[in-house]
């Protein structure tokens, strides 16, 4: 996996980046994303009639794409929203759909690739992050929540999120954040968690990277709505017990999300996606093809095709890519098994020094 060094790096100049927001009618998906844009992108959903209730519209997913100006720096900010999703009774269909998109926009990746002329305004709408919105139940996963997350973590950058966490008192929050995680550590979901070295990292990464992996699930409370305190104008909600201030850390995990996703790990999750989930995917997708055991691409001029009805061409860029990818496995293997010597090493070392010790 990438190295989180990466992750340190701040955008530089204009870069296109693509967060999907998955969540179930009522988990703040809407108000979150108008707060991280900062202007409404998202309109909510009105409220059905008695009459319509009881019809299932399904998932739709729409994206939509923002200019952001960062910190001076100009992000194409591509929202992937799910409108729909978890509002059935039966959800499978919703799994599908949202597997279907992630993998379709690496199917135009692969497709792109592999044509001798390259287009020129070809735009690469790749997911790089999903954040995934928990109903702040306080109690454990839901079946729908774990099915979701194992099933998209091959496919893209999966983040746990807590819509509308300051329905819940800090001492419930902190609870339910203990209880998500040691779901996800059972049910071996891999989340982006935000990976750090001890050993390869400066001490200012593995620092942030930790304070950030242990906020996991990220508690967000959003809002639209601006307000003056203390002379100054915040985005805040209102309650007659107080006030929550969105961009105020006690308060809400949103300011230390919108900072990672738009800022320090953006280059990090953009990398992770490309190196690892898509060139896991065009493998798999590479291999099912060679051995006809998937559906194929649109590869070559389909005018030059061979007997078997494959672009002679794009069998041998094909041949050659599977060999690449061998090559790079025999290597990756070649050096954990390295890595694996190493460690044996250095611990029979410290185990004879603790030996010596023990005699003198």
């Known amino acids: 996996m990438a190295s989180a060094r990466r992750g340190r790096k701040s955008v530089k100049k204009g870069l296109q980046f693509t967060v999907m927001v998955v969540g179930a009618s009522g988990t703040g998906r809407t108000t979150f994303v108008n707060t991280l844009c900062e202007s409404e992108v998202l309109q909510h959903k009105a409220n059905d009639s008695p009459e319509t209730a009881h019809i299932e519209e399904g998932i739709k997913i729409k994206p939509l794409t923002v200019e952001l100006d960062e910190e001076g720096f100009r992000i194409a900010l591509t929202i992937v929203d799910t409108p729909g999703f978890g509002d059935n009774i039966n959800n499978e269909s919703n799994f599908q759909e949202i597997v279907g998109y992630l993998e379709r926009q690496y199917d135009d990746i692969l497709a792109e690739e592999s044509r001798i002329k390259r287009n020129p305004r070809f735009r690469d709408n790749r997911v790089h992050a999903l954040l ?3 109903p702040p139940t306080g109690h454990s996963l839901r079946e729908m929540d774990i099915e979701l997350m194992r099933r998209l973590s091959p496919r893209v950058n999966v983040i746990p999120v807590i819509g509308k966490a300051d ?3 800090p001492s419930e929050l902190k609870t339910f954040k203990k209880r998500v995680m040691e779901d996800i550590e059972h049910y ?5 968690s935000f990976p750090y070295d001890v050993e390869e990292d ?3 990464t593995v620092m942030d990277n930790s304070e950030l992996r242990a906020m996991l699930p990220f ?3 959003g809002s639209e709505e601006e307000m003056t305190i203390d002379g100054e ?6 309650y007659p017990w107080g006030v929550v201030n969105v961009d105020d850390p006690a308060h809400s995990d949103f300011s230390r999300l919108r900072s990672a996703l738009l800022s320090s790990h953006l280059t990090d999750l953009k990398e992770i996606t490309h190196d690892f989930l898509y060139e896991n995917y065009r493998t798999e997708k590479l291999s099912r093809t ?3 055991d998937g559906s194929h ?3 070559g001029n389909s005018s030059s095709m061979g007997s078997n009805g494959e672009d002679p061409e794009a069998v041998r860029y094909k041949e050659e890519q599977l060999r690449r990818e061998e090559e790079k496995f025999r290597e990756i293997e070649l050096r954990v098994q390295r890595e694996i010597a190493e460690k044996r090493a250095e611990l029979a070392a410290k185990e004879e020094n603790l030996r010596h010790l023990g005699v003198a």
């Open 132 to 134: 995934y919105f928990i």
């Open 233 to 238: 104008v915040v985005r805040a909600r209102r």
């Open 188 to 192: 071996e979901i891999p989340i982006y």
């Open 219 to 221: 508690a967000i409370v």
């Open 202 to 204: 400066d001490e200012e």
């Open 290 to 292: 060679a051995t006809g």
């Open 167 to 169: 329905s819940l008192t």
């Open 297 to 299: 691409y649109p590869i």
